[in-house]
Every structure is written in C-alpha cells, then in structure tokens.
C-alpha cells in the first residue's frame, strides 16, 4: 500500500522518530464548515495539537494517493476547491480519479491506522439519523479499525439514543472524558449515562494501550463535552434540529450531514458554529495529550 500513501516529511519524521502525532480529518474544513470558520477551525486545531508537542496529521487524498500530512497551501486547497467527500468506501474510486478529496473520520481511522497513528480528533461523530434509517459509515468504521478517536458525541443531527445502542451493538467502547453522560456534540449532555470515565489524559492512554495489547480491533471513543460556555441548550437544539430535518427531507446520501449541519447554523444565528469551532479546539487538544501520553 505504500505507493498509494504519501507521508509529509513531518510526518513521516515524526513517525520514524516515535514521536506523537494525530489524525485529523479533513472533511470538516471542506464540507462541515463555512468560510471562514473552517479556516479557522484549521488554524485552530492545528496549534492546539503542536501545543502538546505532537504533529497535526491531515489526511486527504490528491494524485491518486492518501496524503497524509498538509501544509498551509494544501489546506487552503481544500478549504477552497471543492474537494470530494471521501469516506473509506470512496477510496478507490476517489485515488483511481485522481481528484483531490477531503477525508471523514471512516477514512482517516482507516488511514491513520495503516500508518500506525493511533489517536485521531474530530468534531461529532456520526450515527443514526431519527426517522429516516440512515445509519453513518463512521459506525462500522470504529467497529472494525483499532483506534483512540476523541470527539463530541454524535453530532446533534442525529439520534442518541438509537447512536449509543448501535455503538453497544458494534462492540465499540465508549469513554466520557471528565463526564458520566454521552455528550451531544454542541449540547453538552444527552442525558444518557455511560459506563466508562477518565479524567486525565494519562488515563485515556492507559485504556488505549490496553485495547492495543489485547488486539481488540475497534475505536475507543473518547467524549469530551462541548466547552460549557459556548455549548447551546438541549431543547434550542432539538427545536432547530427538527426544523432542518423537514426543510430537507429530500437530500439523500451524503449531502445530508452538511445540509443539516449548514442549516441548523441558520436556525441557531450562527452560535453552532461558535459552538463546533470551540470542541473541534478542544478534542484536538486532548488528542495531543493523549498521543503525547503514549509516547
């Protein structure tokens, strides 16, 4: 597979030298988020996670290759361009295309673990959706691709309760990161209790490494709640959430998560984006902590 996975120099040093880096996907710069929030978004995740010490790792794809590793200008690419979304499934097609694709959490983990990253950060991860069937890849992905992935919760599009019960389901861990309950990506609590808590980074390594020695072939998710002073209450969400559902009830497939996404934007004045900018800040914080802590 080497031919096909094209390490920056960063990268590629850190890795050699057993230092700590993290995966980041690039989806949200291309598809979830809007200029300019997606630059900085950007900016922001990649100075939270050098801040640690560790070496922010951006997947994409372009010239038929997994690029791994992304300077300033191979961002501004994918924050301009129009890349394709590229979930893992995509993959071939989007390397056999050649085209420059901008990666979600299914084809970062599964890139990241190819090349032995073991901790990857993202917004909200994503589930199922109420009302339609619509299950994301990002399930089956954490159940099948050994990986630390730190994140919000399912974003707050979906179901949580039925999100919670697939992961159960798929076998994938579920950790809450100074919480008891499952966090609802901008909504900092759904309500739902989980079984499992850490609260230092020096803990979350400690469960990632065990999962490593046992070989278990699945995503620990770690769920960090959305900063409290930028998080959206419960029932503004859940109102504006089914306010975007039935203005978009035709979009199918992919074009789902950012239509909602984009919409509930609208229906919030903007304090979603706030919102998502200020977690995405967050997980890749504690991502770095957590790979530093590995290392």
């Not at 979600?104 to 073991?118: D, M, N, P």
């Amino acid at each position: 597979m080497s031919d096909r996975v094209a390490l920056s120099d960063e990268i590629a040093g850190a890795l050699e030298g057993g230092g700590p880096a993290v995966a980041l996907e690039t989806s949200v710069l291309g598809q979830g988020l809007p200029e300019p929030w997606n630059r900085r978004a950007a900016e922001a995740m990649d100075a939270a996670v050098r801040s640690t010490g560790a070496v922010p790792a951006w997947t994409w794809t372009a010239e038929g290759r997994i690029r791994i590793g992304a300077t300033a200008d191979d961002l501004d690419r994918l924050m301009t361009r129009r890349p394709a979304k590229v979930a893992r499934r995509d993959l071939p097609a989007a390397l056999g295309a050649g085209g420059l694709g901008a990666t979600t959490v299914s084809a970062t983990l599964w890139a990241a673990y190819r090349t032995g990253i073991e901790v990857a950060a993202t917004g909200g991860i994503g589930g199922v959706h109420p009302g339609t069937g619509d299950v994301s890849a990002d399930l089956v992905e954490l159940a099948r691709t050994p990986a630390t992935l730190v994140c919000s919760g399912p974003k707050s599009i979906l179901d949580p309760v039925a999100t919670l019960e697939r992961l159960e389901e798929l076998g994938v861990g579920v950790l809450g990161y100074g919480t008891d309950r499952l966090p609802f990506f901008i909504v900092r609590d759904s309500g739902l209790p989980l079984d499992q808590r850490a609260d230092h980074p020096k803990e979350v390594a400690a469960a990632a490494s065990a999962r490593r020695d046992l070989e278990i072939a699945s995503t620990l998710v770690v769920c960090l709640p959305c900063p409290e002073e930028v998080a959206l209450p419960a029932d503004l969400v859940a109102e504006a959430a089914a306010r975007c559902r039935d203005r978009h009830r035709t979009v199918t497939g992919k074009a789902v998560t950012p239509a909602l996404l984009a919409c509930l934007a609208e229906e919030t004045g903007q304090a979603s984006l706030r919102a998502n900018l200020a977690l995405l800040e967050g997980n890749a914080l504690l991502a770095g902590e957590v790979a530093g802590a590995l290392t």
